[in-house]
């Protein structure tokens, strides 16, 4: 299965270099996002700094909802669904490649937001370790979910427009951990943010064990 | 010896839709077979259905010894299809494409290298990305794809579409060299000329049902013999020798 899903991540992450899509469109729009947020909220008053995890999460999500929705169209194109089903390959492995190059796409997001808030929003990162923490509980809870429900949808003519509407809704606990989590490494007490990400961790499992298992009929279905 | 392909009275649908309404066929191993009907006829969907993608609801399913009915996974994994869709990555280069699919088909280094040599693929387009094919280069790619992988059972629709004189040759070419190695093809095309001569056999379909299906001139397997040798494009085809 890892075979397969190093194949996988390593073709749509290629994909992505050679379209450069993510670099040329989803991280300005991701950037453009946080600044209008700063524009709209005041960046010299307690609002913006108060806001500050929320807003890193809501922008973390919009673009993640780019990404997936990217990712799953890779495989919409012409006969892929088809040479997908005739190949060897695992569909757990196909899950599992496709949700780490989402994640591979999140995380270098991430840090690019990371630094838009240190700078837009004078945000001082203190507990690094529960930041690092909760980006990685959070980065495969968004991916491996994203990735699950852009299969679903897959082959769907409302496709486009259905998926952050399945998807958004899914990823609400994922958006409140990660912001409580975030709250409290930046200027609250640490401690209070790791039962958060715990919460974020085991949607993450959940979600990769309900992919894995469901991959191969969503994709015999779609 | 069981045949290769195995239908009887087999009934396929497209969502309700009865794509195919009792089809009869048997394809020996090494045979080349020619699907010959109107648009419509079920030509595509027996293919598909050959290849476990179209589900037989009725009747008797078998391919490649395995019942299409029970279980179809064995058997995607030991044909190719070649469809009207390319299957290619627009963004990735040929070798790129060539070399995904030789993997997920568990294809060596070798097969993907003589995959692409053998179609001409190896030098001047070997590194351009798909997006800037034309129709006639994806579809090579596509054949590459599928030499990569050596399929047993080789299911070609329409392998002379949107090809040129010398890419239509290479088909035909690497057609016989398959069979010569062991293979066997299940061919559906509307180049009926080129495709009869290639073809050992006709099988006549309409409204998703066999009509007929005559013998075709057979074509000396020495013939087949001397064309899997000869070498074309400076490549040596070893992929093709490969197919079991």
Redesign the interface.
């Known amino acids: 299965m890892w075979r ?1 899903a190093t ?1 996988v991540a390593g ?1 749509d992450l ?2 992505e270099a ?2 450069r899509v993510t670099v040329n469109q989803v991280a300005p729009f991701a950037l453009l996002v946080l600044i209008l947020f700063a524009f709209a909220l005041d960046p010299e008053g307690p609002v913006l700094e108060r806001a500050t995890p929320g807003l890193y999460w809501v922008t973390v999500l919009f673009s993640a909802l780019l990404a997936i929705a990217r990712s799953a169209k ?1 495989d919409e ?4 669904r ?8 695992d569909p757990a492995g196909v899950f599992a490649g496709k949700a780490l190059a989402v994640a591979a796409e999140l995380v270098a997001l991430e840090l690019l937001l990371g630094a838009g808030v240190v700078v837009l929003y004078g945000a001082d990162p203190a507990g690094v370790g529960l930041l690092v923490a909760t980006c990685a509980a959070a980065t495969a809870a968004v991916a491996t979910a994203g990735t699950l429900y852009g299969a679903l949808v897959s082959g769907l003519r409302v496709r486009e427009t259905l998926l952050p509407l399945l998807l958004l809704p899914v990823l609400a606990p994922v958006l409140i951990g990660a912001t409580r989590a975030f709250d409290a490494a930046l200027g609250g007490v640490p401690a209070d943010g790791w039962p958060w990400c715990g919460l974020l961790a085991a949607f993450a499992v959940l979600y990769s064990v309900a992919g894995a298992l469901a991959y191969g009929t969503l994709l015999e279905g779609s | 010896m069981e045949p290769v392909v195995h239908l009887r009275d087999a009934v396929a649908l497209l969502g309700r839709f009865p794509a195919l309404a009792g089809v009869d066929l048997d394809v020996e191993r090494g045979e080349i077979v020619l699907l010959r009907g109107p648009n419509g006829a079920g030509k595509t969907t027996v293919l598909r259905a050959c290849a476990g993608l179209v589900p037989v609801v009725r009747g008797e399913a078998r391919v490649l010894g395995h019942d299409l009915r029970r279980d179809n996974r064995p058997v995607r994994r030991r044909v190719g299809l070649l469809g009207h869709a390319t299957g290619l990555f627009e963004d990735l280069t040929v070798a790129d494409n060539v070399t995904f699919w030789g993997r997920a088909y568990r294809a060596g280094r070798d097969d993907v290298d003589a995959a692409l040599a053998v179609t001409g693929l190896s030098t001047r387009l070997r590194d351009v990305p798909v997006a800037r094919l034309s129709a006639g280069q994806r579809r090579r790619t596509s054949l590459a794809c599928l030499l990569a992988r050596r399929p047993e059972l080789w299911l070609l629709d329409e392998p002379h579409g949107g090809l040129d004189h010398d890419a239509r040759e290479l088909v035909d070419r690497l057609v016989r060299q398959a069979v010569a190695a062991g293979a066997t093809v299940v061919m559906s095309s509307h180049d009926l000329d080129r495709a009869e001569a290639l073809a050992d056999r006709v099988v006549e379909l309409a409204a998703g049902t066999t009509v007929a299906g005559r013998r075709a001139e057979p074509v000396e397997r020495d013939e087949r013999a001397a064309a899997a040798v000869t070498p074309e494009q400076g490549a040596a085809p070893t992929a093709v020798t490969h197919v079991a």
């Open positions: 397969d194949l073709r290629r994909v050679r379209s890779l194109a012409d006969g892929v088809d040479a997908l089903r005739l190949s060897a390959l």
